[in-house]
Nanobody, 127 residues
């Protein structure tokens, strides 16, 4: 099972940018689809973005399309989430996750699809 550690969260003003990083352990990182979820206080964990093992396919929730970009570096066992034009509604704890296999968007948005999770990093966007 892959171990995940997120970093890069913080406090930013609306319209600003942050880049989240996720460091993964394990020699089989390249096999895992990777994703980002977020959870705001009092709300359920929400899918944000996912990237296939080869980085050839990406998914985004509609609310972040055009603002967030997911990427991965398989040589460094890293996955990133570049977040631009941040809004107060983006405020949440962001979690990195790894899945065992890739699927369609309808499958990948479900938290139960994902097998490994990081501890989360707080992102706060002030208005």
């Amino acid at each position: 099972q892959v171990q995940l550690v997120e970093s890069g969260g913080g406090l930013v003003q609306a319209g600003g940018s942050l880049r989240l990083s996720c460091a993964a352990s394990g020699r089989s990182f390249i096999r895992y689809p990777m994703g980002w979820f977020r959870q705001a206080p009092g709300k359920e964990r929400e899918f944000v973005s996912a990237i296939s093992d080869s980085a050839g396919i990406t998914y985004y929730v509609d609310s972040v399309k055009g603002r967030f970009t997911i990427s991965r570096d398989n040589t460094k066992n890293m996955v990133y989430l570049q977040m631009n034009s941040l809004k107060p509604e983006d405020t949440a704890v962001y979690y990195c996750a790894a899945a065992l296999s890739w699927g369609g968007l309808a499958e990948m948005v479900a938290p139960t699809r994902w097998r490994s999770w990081g501890q989360g990093t707080q992102v706060t966007v002030s208005s």
